[in-house]
């Protein structure tokens, strides 16, 4: 049975007799203006009280809501169960806990990243409350200002921050554990061993999280702490300042860069054993006005390995790269911006590709992932070991199929084009939006454009989207009509397709969305395009043939997601280069 739909906030407001329609529209204009809530547009507009907004979010969200006015409810809190600064710093009021899971009072059930945080700082699922925000403060204004103990129950992470105040770091022994042993706190040089500690327990968090990388970006008056997951930045922490210093240099001396520069970029690389698995960190450092960004990419052994099935590819588009990827000879290209998967896509197919009887070599900067029977060679331009360098020299290798980490300029795509016209598969990447772009792109860094029609066989663009938790997703049954036309979905797709939105559960930590996939788009050269390629026309009509020939754009692509209840159009809509869509429109 289909779940109900959940109205919008204005919806209920109106139906409970606290606003007009005309209010609420002309709160939603002003909010969209000013970036405000509607919710919070309309108490600021003297229209509706706090009171009646927080009981309509509750209502909204399906939780309950406590007026703290009342004695009863507000007997209700015990301030032991969660430390004191976590309290006082997102106003959140503990009010039990049972079964492993907490439940906490809070005033803003869509502020998604506080409670990402709460999670991880509180080992602990979260149910949710709602209260007025005013009367929130004005109950921890009533204990002087002190929100508890700073206890917490057993069974959580830790009775204090994952940063503290103190730099005496407590860290529990399961997380001691999993610290690669080979990393020697002594012979390195890390004097603190709280900050080892800390440092340490920051990495293992992450990775524990599904984060992809982990940021650690210096303030005027912080360091704050950002995990990336799914794609998305999440808050964890503010450090405190007088730790940068100390943290920064443990980090720079775990990647094996010079902890005395500070004025250039640096490069590095951590190898630690968590829980039972080695995962590569790729480290880079960053002069920033406040201090040295370092940014750390998880590499885990198995991102690599998940198959073509589950990179998102629908049956036909997965039937026509794996005929491509198995001629003997040409140009495969892969497309988009940074962080679109285009590595992953590469790397998925030289693993089906990766048999005895082929030789497999690769020239990357940097080399990110280690596979057993395939030579890899790391750029270093600081020795003249470049792109075009390693490509002539592989040329005399005799290989089957060769990897170009990218191509970046005339040489190295003339190299590799000569390398396909000889009988080489030719496997890179290009930076450009689209996959006919690349055609233009090659003819743009000054490649003939006859060479250019005559060694490549597909260029395939893509992006990454967030995929709905299959656990919690739910069927959407008022979808946003705006969005959906800015897809391409009308209302026949609507009643044929289906159309789900996020929910809350643990799997996806109350977020609606756990892992992503790709949308694709793959131009497979006809000669209709060929003979476009060597006119030099322009983008709109290779794409044009390029539809014609079968190809399916990234937006199509995102729509069968869409019809199939795995994604959201929010998510298609953000990455399929859409001309005037606002992203702040869909809250």
């Known amino acids: 049975m289909a779940r109900k739909v959940r109205k919008k906030l204005g919806e209920l407001l109106v139906e409970a007799g ?14 969209r203006s000013s970036g405000m809530r509607t919710g919070q547009a309309l108490v600021e507009a003297g229209v509706c009280k706090e009171e009646h907004v927080a009981e309509a979010l509750a209502k909204q969200f399906g939780v309950e809501y406590l007026n703290l006015d009342r004695p009863e409810n507000s007997n209700r809190i015990d301030l032991e169960l969660v430390p ?13 806990k049972s079964g492993g899971r907490l439940k906490l009072l809070i005033h803003d059930p869509l502020d998604l990243e506080t409670l990402d945080l709460l999670r991880f700082r509180l080992n602990s699922e979260i149910d949710t409350a709602i209260a007025p925000k005013s009367q929130i403060e004005a109950f921890l204004a009533a204990q002087g200002g002190e929100a508890g103990g700073g206890g917490g129950g057993s069974g959580m992470l830790s009775k204090e921050s994952l940063v503290t105040d103190s730099v005496d770091v407590t860290v529990d022994k399961s997380v001691d554990s999993s610290i690669d042993s080979s990393i020697d706190v002594d012979a390195a040089g890390g004097g603190d061993s709280a900050i080892v500690r800390l440092c340490s327990r920051i990495i293992i968090e992450a990775v524990r999280g599904r984060a992809s990388d982990i940021h650690v970006e210096p303030m005027a008056d912080r360091v704050m702490l950002r995990y990336r997951i799914d794609g ?51 480290v880079s ?47 495969f290209l892969v497309t988009g911006p940074t962080g679109s998967g285009k590595t992953t896509t590469l ?33 270093r331009e600081s020795i003249g070991l470049s792109f075009p360098i390693i490509l002539k020299s592989m040329l005399r290798q005799a290989p089957n199929v060769i990897l170009v980490g990218e191509i970046r300029d005339r040489e190295v795509a003339d190299i590799a084009i000569q390398a396909a016209l000889t009988g080489h598969l030719v496997f890179s990447t290009l930076h450009t939006n689209d996959a006919p772009s690349a055609i233009t792109r090659l003819v743009d860094m000054g490649v003939k454009p006859f060479l250019v029609a005559s060694s490549i066989q597909a260029i395939m663009a893509q992006r990454l989207i967030r995929m709905l938790c299959p656990k919690c997703r739910q069927p959407d049954e008022n979808p946003d009509r705006k969005v959906l036309k800015l897809v391409g979905i009308d209302e026949g797709d609507v009643e044929r397709g289906n159309i789900c939105g996020p929910g809350r559960c643990s799997n996806c930590g109350n ?23 060597f006119e030099r026309a322009p983008i709109a009509k290779i794409r044009e043939a390029a539809i014609r020939g079968g190809m399916r754009s990234l937006l199509s692509d995102g729509k069968l997601k869409i019809l199939r209840g795995d994604t959201v159009p929010a998510e298609v809509a953000r990455f399929a280069q859409i001309e005037g869509f606002n992203p702040n429109e869909i809250a």
């Not at 606290?18 to 909010?31: I, K, N, P, S, W």
């Not at 600064?85 to 009021?93: I, N, R, S």
């Not at 998940?306 to 026509?320: C, K, Q, R, S």
Request: aromatic share 4%; net charge positive; glycine share 6%.
């Open 511 to 533: 977020s609606g969305f756990r892992g992503r996939k790709a949308i694709f788009e793959m131009m497979v050269m006809n000669s209709e395009i060929r003979d476009l390629a």
């Open 18 to 31: 606290h606003a007009t329609e005309a209010q609420v529209e002309e709160a939603r204009a002003a909010g």
């Open 347 to 379: 790397y998925s197919a030289l693993d089906v590709l990766n048999r005895p009887d082929r030789k497999i070599i690769t020239a990357e900067d940097p080399v990110e992932y280690n596979f057993n029977g395939i030579n890899q060679v790391q750029v």
């Open 285 to 331: 450092c960053c002069p920033a006005y406040h201090g040295e960004s370092v940014v750390m990419r998880i590499l885990r052994p198995d991102a690599v390995r998940i198959g073509l099935v589950n990179l998102g590819f629908e049956p036909d588009n997965l039937d026509v790269f794996n005929k491509i990827i198995r001629r003997p000879n040409g140009i």
């Open 232 to 282: 998305h930045c999440h808050v964890r922490d503010n450090l405190p300042k007088r730790m940068q210093a100390s943290i920064l240099a443990r980090l720079k001396l775990m990647a094996g860069v010079n902890i005395a520069e500070r004025r250039i970029p640096q490069d590095g690389r951590i190898k630690m054993v968590v829980d039972g698995t080695a995962i590569d960190f790729r």
């Open 84 to 96: 004191d600064d976590l309290v006082k710093k997102h106003l959140v009021l503990p009010l039990s």
